[in-house]
C-alpha cells in the first residue's frame, strides 16, 4: 500500500503512530528518474523529491536538508526534508560529473567529487566558497574529526590512479599519493588512524596510515565503488560494481569473509540497529540481513530507474516531516458541516491553499477523503475561503464515505504531484434520518 505510517494531525503537530514509530527511512538517489524516493525498510514509498540526476546524496546531521550531487547539469541540489521540495539548486562552481558529497559532522561543509575539481559548499548559504584543484575526483571522505578530506582522483590520465590528503578547513593539498590505476572510493577508521583506498583494477583495497600516509596492507579479492565501515570498525562492506558482488570484509584479518550477489551494486546503507544493509543495484535495493548465518538478500525494494546512493535517518524527528498539515474545508459555505450518511448525494472538501501550499499542485487521484476517491467529475480551482488564493475544490460520494454515526471528525490525505504528502481534517455534524426530518 502506497501511503503513510505516521500522520500529523493539526498545527500543533501532535504524532499519531499507526506503525512503527521512528522506523528508518530510506532516500534513494534515483540517478534516471531525477528525484529522490523516500521509503520505509518495507518498501513503501512515502514521497519524493524531484531534483536532477542526483548520483550521490548527504543528510545534514539534524535531518532537515539533504544535498544532492547531480551528474548532470554541473549542480547539486538542497533538498528540503520538511517540506519535501528541493529548496536550491546550486548552479555556480559545481564541476562536471558531481557524483558525492561528503559533510563535515557539524553539517557546515559539503566536499562535492566532480570530474573538474572538489567543490567546497558553505551550507549557510548554499553557495561553492572554494575549489580544490583536483582533476577527475570519483569519490571525497572525511577523517572522524573532521579535518583531514580524503579524495580519490584520475589526475586526468588514465594510467595515474592517485589520493589526495587535504586540510578541510584550508583546502591545502597536504600530499598527493600515485599508487594505482582506477581509485574508486575510500573510507577512514573510526578511529582515523586508517584509510581504506579501493582499486578497482587491481581487484584490492589497500590500507594506508591516515597521518603518515604509508603503506600498511591490503585486501586482496575485492574492490567497492562504495565502502562503508560498521560502528564497531570490524566490517568493511563494498560494492564491487564490476564483480556483481557486494563483499564483506573483515578489517581484524584483511580479508573477505562473504560475497553475496547482486546485479549493478552501487550505494549502501545500514540500519541505525546495524541488523540490515541496503544496497541499490540493477534490481532496486536489495535487503541483505546481516543478523542472519547466510547474510543474504532477503528482498529487494522496488519502484527505481537508476538508485545510486541512499542515505537513511531514524527517529520520531523524521516521522514528522512525512506530512505537511493542511487545511481543508468539509462543506464549504456550511455551518456544522451536516452529512446525512442517507443521502445519495455529494461531499464537497475543499483544500485551502496558504503561503507555503499551493492547492494546485495537488494530485486529485491521490486524495482520500474518509475512505472515498473524489468523484472524477466536479474537481474545480476556486477561492472558497476569501484570501484571494485559489483552492481545490473535490466532490466524495456520501456513500462511499467511511464515516459512522457519531463521528466528529473527518480527514483528508493525499499527495502533490511532486510526492509530497499532506493531510487534513475537520469537523462533521452526522446527522440520523429523524433530525434531517424534523428540519426539513
Ligand atoms: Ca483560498
Same mark, same amino acid.
Given at each position: 500500500m502506497r501511503g503513510p505510517r505516521v500522520v500529523i494531525f493539526g498545527l500543533a503537530f501532535l504524532l499519531f503512530a499507526t506503525g512503527a514509530t521512528g522506523a528508518p527511512l530510506l532516500y534513494v538517489a534515483d540517478q534516471g528518474a531525477w528525484n529522490v524516493v523516500v521509503m520505509d525498510l518495507e518498501g513503501n514509498a512515502l514521497g519524493s523529491i524531484a531534483g536532477v540526476t542526483p548520483y550521490g546524496i548527504s543528510i545534514t546531521p539534524d535531518g532537515t536538508k539533504a544535498y544532492t550531487a547531480n551528474w548532470q547539469n554541473l549542480t547539486c541540489s538542497v533538498l528540503d526534508l520538511t517540506a519535501y521540495t528541493e529548496m536550491k539548486r546550486i548552479d555556480q562552481g559545481v564541476g562536471a560529473y558531481a557524483q558525492h558529497i561528503a559533510l563535515t559532522s557539524d553539517g557546515k561543509r559539503g566536499y562535492v567529487a566532480t570530474d573538474w575539481w572538489i567543490s567546497v559548499?558553505?551550507?549557510?548559504?548554499? !553557495?561553492?566558497?572554494?575549489?580544490?584543484? #583536483?582533476?577527475?575526483?570519483?569519490?571525497? @571522505?572525511? +577523517?572522524?574529526?573532521?579535518?583531514?578530506?580524503?579524495?580519490?582522483?584520475?589526475?586526468?590520465n588514465p594510467y595515474a590512479g592517485s589520493f589526495a590528503k587535504i586540510n578541510a578547513a584550508t583546502g591545502y593539498i597536504e600530499a598527493r599519493v600515485n599508487y594505482t590505476p582506477h581509485l574508486t572510493s575510500a573510507v577512514v577508521s573510526q578511529d582515523g588512524a586508517r584509510l581504506y583506498v579501493s582499486s578497482q583494477s587491481d581487484n584490492r583495497i589497500y590500507i594506508f596510515s591516515t597521518d603518515t600516509l604509508g603503506w600498511e596492507g591490503w585486501v586482496e579479492g575485492a574492490h567497492g565503488l562504495r565502502m562503508l565501515l560498521s560502528r564497531?570498525?570490524?566490517?568493511?562492506?563494498? !560494492?564491487?560494481?564490476?564483480?556483481?558482488? #557486494?563483499?564483506?570484509?573483515?578489517?581484524? @584479518?584483511? +580479508?573477505?569473509?562473504n560475497s553475496i550477489p547482486i546485479a549493478g551494486p552501487v550505494g549502501l546503507a545500514l540500519t541505525p540497529d546495524e541488523s540490515r544493509l541496503l544496497v541499490s543495484c540493477d534490481l532496486g535495493v536489495a535487503v541483505i540481513d546481516l543478523a542472519s548465518q547466510s547474510q543474504s538478500v532477503t528482498k529487494y525494494l522496488g519502484g527505481f530507474t537508476q538508485p545510486k546512493e541512499i542515505a537513511i535517518l531514524a527517529g520520531p524527528e523524521v516521522a514528522e516531516v512525512l506530512q505537511v498539515a493542511i487545511d481543508i474545508r468539509i462543506k464549504p459555505g456550511g455551518h456544522r458541516n451536516p452529512i446525512n450518511l442517507k443521502s445519495k448525494g455529494k461531499v464537497p472538501v475543499a483544500i485551502l491553499s496558504d503561503a507555503t501550499f499551493d492547492a494546485a499542485t495537488v494530485d486529485p487521484s491521490t486524495v482520500v477523503f474518509a475512505g472515498a476517491s473524489p468523484r472524477s467529475i466536479g474537481t474545480s480551482l476556486e477561492d472558497v475561503s476569501g484570501d484571494g488564493l485559489l483552492d481545490m475544490v473535490l466532490h466524495f460520494r456520501t456513500q462511499d464515505l467511511t464515516l459512522q454515526p457519531g463521528d466528529t471528525e473527518a480527514c483528508l490525505s493525499g499527495q502533490t504531484t511532486n510526492g509530497q504528502a499532506f493531510t487534513g481534517c475537520g469537523s462533521v455534524h452526522i446527522i440520523k434520518w429523524e433530525e434531517h426530518k424534523r428540519c426539513k
Amino acid at each position: 500500500m502506497r501511503g503513510p505510517r505516521v500522520v500529523i494531525f493539526g498545527l500543533a503537530f501532535l504524532l499519531f503512530a499507526t506503525g512503527a514509530t521512528g522506523a528508518p527511512l530510506l532516500y534513494v538517489a534515483d540517478q534516471g528518474a531525477w528525484n529522490v524516493v523516500v521509503m520505509d525498510l518495507e518498501g513503501n514509498a512515502l514521497g519524493s523529491i524531484a531534483g536532477v540526476t542526483p548520483y550521490g546524496i548527504s543528510i545534514t546531521p539534524d535531518g532537515t536538508k539533504a544535498y544532492t550531487a547531480n551528474w548532470q547539469n554541473l549542480t547539486c541540489s538542497v533538498l528540503d526534508l520538511t517540506a519535501y521540495t528541493e529548496m536550491k539548486r546550486i548552479d555556480q562552481g559545481v564541476g562536471a560529473y558531481a557524483q558525492h558529497i561528503a559533510l563535515t559532522s557539524d553539517g557546515k561543509r559539503g566536499y562535492v567529487a566532480t570530474d573538474w575539481w572538489i567543490s567546497v559548499i558553505d551550507t549557510t548559504t548554499d !553557495t561553492v566558497i572554494d575549489y580544490i584543484p #583536483l582533476e577527475g575526483v570519483s569519490y571525497t @571522505t572525511l +577523517s572522524p574529526d573532521g579535518n583531514w578530506l580524503f579524495a580519490t582522483y584520475n589526475c586526468n590520465n588514465p594510467y595515474a590512479g592517485s589520493f589526495a590528503k587535504i586540510n578541510a578547513a584550508t583546502g591545502y593539498i597536504e600530499a598527493r599519493v600515485n599508487y594505482t590505476p582506477h581509485l574508486t572510493s575510500a573510507v577512514v577508521s573510526q578511529d582515523g588512524a586508517r584509510l581504506y583506498v579501493s582499486s578497482q583494477s587491481d581487484n584490492r583495497i589497500y590500507i594506508f596510515s591516515t597521518d603518515t600516509l604509508g603503506w600498511e596492507g591490503w585486501v586482496e579479492g575485492a574492490h567497492g565503488l562504495r565502502m562503508l565501515l560498521s560502528r564497531d570498525g570490524t566490517r568493511l562492506y563494498v !560494492t564491487n560494481n564490476t564483480g556483481n558482488l #557486494l563483499q564483506v570484509i573483515d578489517t581484524g @584479518t584483511n +580479508s573477505v569473509i562473504n560475497s553475496i550477489p547482486i546485479a549493478g551494486p552501487v550505494g549502501l546503507a545500514l540500519t541505525p540497529d546495524e541488523s540490515r544493509l541496503l544496497v541499490s543495484c540493477d534490481l532496486g535495493v536489495a535487503v541483505i540481513d546481516l543478523a542472519s548465518q547466510s547474510q543474504s538478500v532477503t528482498k529487494y525494494l522496488g519502484g527505481f530507474t537508476q538508485p545510486k546512493e541512499i542515505a537513511i535517518l531514524a527517529g520520531p524527528e523524521v516521522a514528522e516531516v512525512l506530512q505537511v498539515a493542511i487545511d481543508i474545508r468539509i462543506k464549504p459555505g456550511g455551518h456544522r458541516n451536516p452529512i446525512n450518511l442517507k443521502s445519495k448525494g455529494k461531499v464537497p472538501v475543499a483544500i485551502l491553499s496558504d503561503a507555503t501550499f499551493d492547492a494546485a499542485t495537488v494530485d486529485p487521484s491521490t486524495v482520500v477523503f474518509a475512505g472515498a476517491s473524489p468523484r472524477s467529475i466536479g474537481t474545480s480551482l476556486e477561492d472558497v475561503s476569501g484570501d484571494g488564493l485559489l483552492d481545490m475544490v473535490l466532490h466524495f460520494r456520501t456513500q462511499d464515505l467511511t464515516l459512522q454515526p457519531g463521528d466528529t471528525e473527518a480527514c483528508l490525505s493525499g499527495q502533490t504531484t511532486n510526492g509530497q504528502a499532506f493531510t487534513g481534517c475537520g469537523s462533521v455534524h452526522i446527522i440520523k434520518w429523524e433530525e434531517h426530518k424534523r428540519c426539513k
